[in-house]
């Protein structure tokens, strides 16, 4: 194999890796903004969307440079808005509707509690670029970890009512918390790359803040006979469809227009 | 809009007049009324209703912007728009704090607010069926909003004055990016042109109707100006924005849906000014007395949020009584 093949597969698999984390901040900012107006309290209209622009926020910094790595003249919205859901590679769990305040803010620390320890990785890593990225996002994402934390701890210690609402989104997002941790072979190679690092540390750290935060909050850890997957390969659940047709909307119904 | 805070505002006191007379000398004197100064009851009356307004309005107002979070065209224009309804909800918090200042809780408040006792301001009972509406409520809504709150900043009570500060330069970044916003619209191809003057069309009259009922029709402007609440009458500032915005709509190439709009050099002692159309006053008091095209979802909308969060709130409340409790 020529030198230069070896170097477009090691840039195709950087690429790919860095939609699919690219796709997970975009996917989850976007059900954030969902709430925006509508919480259960003033403070918490100015919380969500701040987390929403962090996770926003990161999702332009990588697809912009993913644009930069495939260099075909696609631009960072391209990549959010003009591809169809199977080429969406968020994780399923992302995806998942609001449901409720528990659902949400569970949703959140699931996703902070797994990006930090990866963050940490790729700030010791051996991209420069996302070196730079991952160095802003540690921040940002420690703190939605403490802000959806501590929300656990209230709702899962509060009232009868919201420690069963509580227990009930754990008993139904857990399941999809495995597919955060599966490695194909694009992140493979980012590993070996010393792009990312292994993924057992990662999820050794995911699984103490998950513990240790449902001690506190007298959440039990459900057992999870059969793991909920496919974002990665594309394959996302039914109302994936409907989020697209309303990020999309203005794309689709405009093509070509600059906004 | 704030103005229209002061529709209904009692202003009947039972003080003494040698009480009143000190009071008018410290507004006179341009000093700050603090929380702590003893102030007329009609005076704390009105603020309280018209800071609660203004606060409710900022609410209220997250709901007609916050409809096109999710569709934004763009991922510039979405964390844009994110970051401005994000401050309006901010400027909901100052205010409702200000108001606190003055005997009132924010609890009471929203009650008021979704049971239609308290209003808010008229304009965020249109509805937004463009992304274009997005620009017209940053440039014009805003940009109206500006016009009544800059001379807030020296409202004669304290903390409204200093919340007002902060509020307008947040305001006036919002109205620059919604002129550009509509300026990017007429830059571009034909179906957006006619979406940005379709949005112009429906969002300039009710604009001005932001600045409330004309100084003929407003019974409580004169109090008010006297305690320095309000600097300038609902017309003055009427005024002050038509002339400032028609240049506006000129410079990027749209039309004010007004035909009787003229330029008139003898107004404004000789500087000139706009004359312009009547204002459709019936619908004003149409959608002011709640029966606008939207009226009825945004209280909808904000008694769901309320309603629903809750369980929240109790178990936010449960969880702290349990913890001051062990640490007793």
């Known amino acids: 194999m020529a030198v230069t ?17 690219a796709d997970d901040h975009l996917i989850l900012g976007h059900r954030l903004s969902e709430w925006c107006g509508h919480a259960p309290m003033l403070e918490e209209d100015l ?111 509060g009232t009868e009512e919201s420690a069963m609402r509580m227990q009930a989104a754990v008993e139904e997002l857990h399941p999809y918390t495995g597919e955060l941790f599966t490695v194909d072979e694009s992140r493979q190679q980012c590993i070996e790359a010393n792009v990312l690092t292994n993924i057992d540390p990662v999820k050794t750290v995911w699984d103490s803040t998950v513990h240790n935060l449902f001690e506190q909050a007298k959440l039990i850890i459900p057992e999870v006979p059969y793991p909920q997957t496919g974002g990665r390969q594309g394959q996302h659940t039914e109302g994936f469809g409907f989020l697209l047709a309303e990020l999309q909307y203005m794309q689709r119904a405009y093509p070509g227009a600059s906004w | 809009m704030y103005s229209q805070g002061l529709i209904g505002a009692e202003t009947e006191t039972e003080e003494t007049a040698e009480f009143l007379d000190a009071f008018q000398s410290r507004i006179d004197a341009e000093e700050k009324i603090e929380p702590n100064d003893p102030m007329p009851h009609a005076y704390r009356k009105t603020l309280i209703r018209m800071i609660g307004q203004h606060a409710h309005s900022e609410i209220v107002g997250m709901l007609p912007e916050g409809n096109w979070i999710t569709r934004a065209p763009s991922l510039r224009r979405k964390v844009a728009l994110l970051a401005k309804v ?10 409702y704090s200000a108001a606190e200042t003055l005997g009132v809780s924010r609890e009471q408040m929203t009650e008021e607010l979704l049971s239609g006792t308290a209003k808010y301001s008229s304009i965020f009972n249109y509805p937004t069926p463009t992304w274009a509406d997005i620009g017209a409520i940053g440039w014009l809504v805003d940009g109206a909003a ?20 902060r509020v307008c330069k947040e305001e006036s970044f919002h109205q620059r990016q919604g002129y550009e916003l509509m300026k990017s ?16 069309n429906r969002w300039w009259w009710p604009s001005l109707m932001m600045f409330g009922p004309s100084d003929t029709a407003s019974q409580h402007s004169d109090q008010s100006m006297k305690w320095k609440i309000k600097r300038f009458t609902n017309d003055e500032l009427r005024q002050k924005f038509v002339d400032a915005t028609v240049p506006q709509a000129a410079l990027i190439g749209l039309t004010m849906p007004d ?67 062990k640490a007793a």
């Not at chain 2, 994000?86 to 205010?95: A, C, F, P, R, V």
Request: charged share 25%; net charge negative.
């Open chain 2, 86 to 95: 994000q401050d309006e909800g901010g400027h909901g918090l100052y205010l």
């Open chain 2, 185 to 200: 619209l007429t830059e571009g191809n034909e179906d957006q042109k006619a979406m940005a003057q379709d949005a112009l």
């Open chain 2, 259 to 325: 035909p009787d709009l003229t330029w008139n050099q003898g107004k404004n002692n000789g500087d000139g000014g706009y004359d312009f159309g009547e204002i459709d006053w019936d619908e004003f008091w149409r959608v002011v007395k709640g029966h606008g095209m939207m009226n009825k979802d945004r209280i909808k909308a904000r008694k769901k949020a309320w309603d629903e969060g809750k369980w929240v709130r109790d178990a936010a409340l449960a969880y702290a009584a349990k913890q001051n409790s």
């Open chain 1, 47 to 157: 919380s969500m969307p701040n987390m929403a622009l962090d996770l926003i926020g990161q999702s332009r910094a990588l697809y912009s440079y993913a644009a930069t790595l495939e260099n075909t003249g696609r631009t960072e919205d391209d990549f959010a808005y003009l591809r169809t859901d199977r080429e969406y590679t968020n994780c399923l769990l992302v995806e998942r509707p609001n449901t409720d305040f528990a659902h949400t803010m569970l949703k959140q620390f699931y996703f902070a509690a797994f990006m930090h320890p990866l963050w940490q990785g790729i700030a010791k890593g051996s991209n420069e670029t996302l070196r730079g990225i991952a160095a802003k996002a540690e921040k940002e994402i420690g703190y939605h970890i403490r802000h959806a934390g501590e929300w656990i701890v209230r709702l899962g210690d």
């Open chain 2, 146 to 165: 500006i016009m009544n709150q800059v001379p807030l900043c020296r409202c004669s009570y304290g903390p409204y004055a200093r919340a007002m500060i």
């Open chain 1, 5 to 21: 093949e070896l170097k477009d597969t090691a840039t195709d698999a950087l690429t790919n890796t860095i939609i699919q984390i």
